[in-house]
Nanobody, 123 residues
């Protein structure tokens, strides 16, 4: 079992930056692929980024490529999402997710999900 707890959300202005954190506990964190999704009101959940257990390979949705960066610190059992140049359309609840199979993470079918953290970007 893996427990995921997101933090770092909040209210920011357009153009600001924000870094989300996802603290993992439970099983060996280093073995898991990790990812970030978001869901805005009235919209489907959207894949943002994923990272392999080794941290050496990352994947991004086109909508955030160049603005968002995923990283991980296996010593701290934490994965991060650095978000720059935020836009009002980035407003959503952001979720951390994990699975031994990174393909499941990217597909939104991972076994483990956090409760989410709200990000609101004002214009």
């Amino acid at each position: 079992q893996v427990q995921l707890v997101e933090s770092g959300g909040g209210l920011v202005q357009a153009g600001d930056s924000l870094r989300l954190s996802c603290a993992a506990s439970g099983r060996t964190f280093i073995s898991y692929g990790m990812g970030w999704f978001r869901q805005a009101p009235g919209k489907e959940r959207e894949f943002l980024a994923a990272i392999r257990w080794s941290g050496g390979r990352t994947y991004y949705a086109d909508s955030v490529k160049g603005r968002f960066t995923i990283s991980r610190d296996n010593a701290k059992n934490t994965v991060y999402l650095q978000m720059n140049s935020l836009k009002p359309e980035d407003t959503a609840v952001y979720y951390c997710t994990a699975d031994l199979d990174l393909n499941l993470v990217v597909a939104g079918k991972a076994n483990y999900w956090g409760q989410g953290t709200q990000v609101t970007v004002s214009s």
